[in-house]
């Protein structure tokens, strides 16, 4: 027994003194170059080992050891395979800085490739393609052709990602030595790891190659056979290129849906999503019955990913769980306890909760919805408070029934938070717009004022209801007057707005509101820096001098409806096709097609070059020529999306900006109001010009007409 604990004691002493890998990096003493070099010659397999590490450890750290080279490449012919995968090691990180060096050991690598173990061919095809030097190029094309009908399927697995390599490498080479068929002979191998790597490959191949490789029914039944036993990594794959396949028609697709419904309860979460993607790629092809059928078999696979532990992988199904209201409109219409907000979720998950209530809700529900708001309200996370805010307007405008209880629940809200005002009066502005019996103008102007609201959009929403509203409250015209004497000091957006209030109260009440609407066009034109600001106010004053009725001006500035979409979402920029094909994507998280945030194929390292001149981003290759890069928002304004609703476009009109789309007689009348005013032509001249006459750089004070003394169309000449 005291042997025993005798030797027991030795070996955790030794191990206590080893310090593990981290006596490797210690720092280097006089000689170690010569010690290192002797024991890299000797023929003890521990110390050869231990040479190596102590390499590979000075490497690490940065130190110039090339000059081993040569040793090292001699021990690669050993049969140890520790030492051998150290030493592969050390020379694809020497490759990467001396690339001339790499071709000295591709002897070594095609021995191996002969070699009767399955792991030591499996390792050189694998050490070969990561070398990514040209001049070896030339030298693995007999050996990846061998590996791919090699007997041994962990060698064919790692031939189907080498392929992959060539292709990312060099894809004239890739297409030339017949790889792509070499592919497609993998994906079509008995073995689920070989055909999972072949399935990965061919999505990258058909998404960035100049060829796409022609599908046929076969890969469908090929993939599904291997589905089941393939790992959930390999799962992954073959679900992936299963969704970009298409049926040809709906007993194949229902064929497919029913092969890939037991994906849904499987322990990955991945193996679920890729199962919902493609159902959703195919749903199109399957029967209504289908539909609904395989519906209630996401809902429950959803719902499960919701209650998930951890609150990363609930962030990702939230996204999805949005692109899928897109395509499935019914999905958890019923389950919206599930997304209630729990006092310890994270920030990012409230939020998406919240938001999907918002889609979810239903006029039933919607009673129940604001008496859960009503909890959220005495919240202290502020970011969160300004979204539950929001919420709250957009529920209004949503279910017109709850839409009284919404306004007098942001009341109870602005009381309980005073700093929330801003926020407040934005989301009442909104409510306004579809329903102008709720006068929030007056509790706000009355108990809190001007003064308080801060904020840009704030001050501009306040002001619009403003212009609306402003014969309802009992001070209107006063505060209205207030924001006259202060235009100079607020920001352009917020002076436009003032702008147009102003015209819409003189348009109701022209007595009342002519001086101070002559005060504001002579600021504004004569004070104001700003060109838009100086366009807006000389278009109504051209207008007004040039004795334009006042009706006809009241049909052109109100003549306009606004239609509020609460359910608008990142598919706004997308089309159908692409959404579906976005699901278990970034590009769901991010709400963008992937286009937008992802560089071209093959321009990931090139240095954007910044031109002051031109409007595009120009970015330099390392040949020197010059490619266009696009930008995140270009897809988003170019592309038409069959998911859009008509009603969300945007116009910029004398109330701000809406969301809606104007008549016709209101957008006609703006077209020509606006379509050709000169910044360069001096300013009007008016109707009512004294026998003195006035230079064109002075500015006379404008005079509003309040009837109209000639016939003739003055939109004829307005801007003559």
């Not at 395509?327 to 006092?343: C, H, Q």
């Not at 970015?619 to 170019?638: C, F, I, L, R, W």
Request: proline share 5%; charged share 20%; aromatic share 6%.
């Amino acid at each position: 027994m005291d042997f025993v604990l005798r030797k027991v004691h030795e070996k955790i002493h030794r191990s206590l003194n080893s310090r593990g890998g981290a006596k490797y990096f210690s720092n280097v003493h006089s000689g170690e170059g010569a010690e290192l070099r002797k024991d890299l010659k000797s023929t003890d397999l521990s110390r050869q080992r231990d040479a190596v590490k102590r390499v590979i450890a000075q490497m690490t750290m940065g130190r110039d050891v090339s000059y081993h080279f040569v040793d090292l490449i001699k021990l690669s012919q050993t049969e140890d395979l520790e030492l051998k995968k150290l030493v592969y090691l050390f020379v694809l990180n020497t490759a990467k800085l001396q690339p001339d060096k790499a071709i000295l050991a591709v002897n070594t690598f095609l021995q191996d490739v002969t070699s009767p173990s399955p792991v030591v061919r499996a390792l050189a095809v694998r050490t070969m393609l990561c070398l990514r030097v040209p001049a070896v190029l030339a030298h693995l094309m007999q050996p990846l052709h061998s590996a791919v009908t090699d007997p041994d399927p962990y060698v064919r697995k790692t031939a189907a990602i080498g392929i992959g390599k060539i292709f990312h490498h060099n894809m004239d080479v890739f297409y030339e030595n017949g790889f792509a068929d070499e592919l497609l002979k993998l994906l079509f191998d008995s073995n689920p790891l070989v055909a999972s790597n072949a399935a990965a490959v061919v999505c990258e191949v058909n998404n960035h190659g100049k060829i796409q490789l022609k599908e046929t029914p076969e890969w469908s039944s090929r993939i599904l056979i291997n589905l089941p036993e393939a790992t959930e990594w390999g799962q992954v794959y073959l679900l992936e290129l299963l969704s970009r396949l298409s049926q040809k028609n709906e007993e194949s697709a229902e064929a497919v849906v029913a092969r890939v419904l037991p994906r849904l309860n499987h322990a990955s979460h991945a193996v679920v999503m890729g199962a919902i993607k493609v159902i959703t790629n195919i749903s199109n092809r399957c029967s209504t019955e289908t539909i609904e059928r395989v519906t209630m078999r996401i809902n429950a696979a959803l719902l499960t990913l919701a209650g998930a532990s951890d609150p990363e992988t609930q962030y990702i199904v939230y996204k999805n769980i949005h692109a899928l209201m897109v395509i499935f409109p019914n999905i958890l219409r019923t389950n919206l306890d599930a997304f209630y907000v729990r006092f310890n979720d994270p920030p990012y998950i409230k939020i998406e909760k919240l938001r999907l209530l918002l889609r979810l809700v239903t006029p039933s529900m919607a009673p129940a919805i604001v008496s859960e708001l009503t909890e959220y309200i005495t919240e202290v996370d502020m970011v969160f408070l300004e979204e539950v805010v929001s919420a709250i307007a957009l529920l209004a405008i949503k279910i017109e029934n709850v839409s009284t209880q919404c306004s007098d629940l942001l009341m109870k809200a602005l009381q309980v938070h005073p700093e929330l005002l801003p926020c407040i009066v934005i989301a009442s502005r909104n409510i306004v717009r579809k329903y102008p019996r709720l006068l929030l103008l007056e509790p706000l102007a009355n108990e809190y004022g001007p003064d308080s609201i801060i904020g840009e959009e704030a001050k501009t929403s306040f002001v619009w209801m403003l212009g609306e509203h402003c014969d309802f409250i009992e001070n209107g015209q006063a505060i209205l007057e207030q924001y006259i004497k202060s235009v100079m000091s607020h920001e352009p957006s917020v002076q436009l707005s003032i702008l147009g209030a102003v015209i819409k109260v003189f348009l109701r009440n022209p007595s009342a509101m002519q001086a101070m609407l002559s005060t504001l066009l002579e600021t504004l034109t004569t004070q104001s820096e700003d060109p838009d600001v100086c366009d807006r106010a000389f278009a109504y004053w051209r207008l007004l001098s040039k004795d334009v009725e006042i009706n006809k001006m009241k049909r052109i500035l109100e003549s306009h409806s606004f239609s509020v979409n609460v359910d608008r979402t990142f598919s706004d920029a997308m089309m159908m096709a692409d959404l579906k094909k976005s699901i278990n994507t970034a590009a769901v998280v991010f709400g963008q097609p992937p286009q937008s945030f992802l560089p071209p194929y093959g321009l990931a390292d090139v240095d954007l070059v910044d031109d002051d001149e031109g409007d595009e981003d120009e970015y330099v290759t390392d040949n020197g020529e010059e490619s266009k890069y696009p930008t995140s928002g270009s897809t988003q304004a170019e592309a038409s999306s069959p998911v859009r609703s008509q009603s969300q476009s945007k116009h910029n009109d004398v109330v701000g900006e809406s969301v809606g789309k104007p008549s016709a007689t209101h957008q006609d009348a703006l077209d020509i109001l606006f379509s050709t005013i000169s910044l360069s032509s001096p300013p009007p001249a008016l109707s009512h010009t004294t026998k003195d006459e006035k230079s064109m750089t002075s500015t006379p004070t404008p005079v509003v007409h309040l009837e109209k003394n000639q016939q003739s169309n003055p939109m004829d000449d307005l801007f003559s």
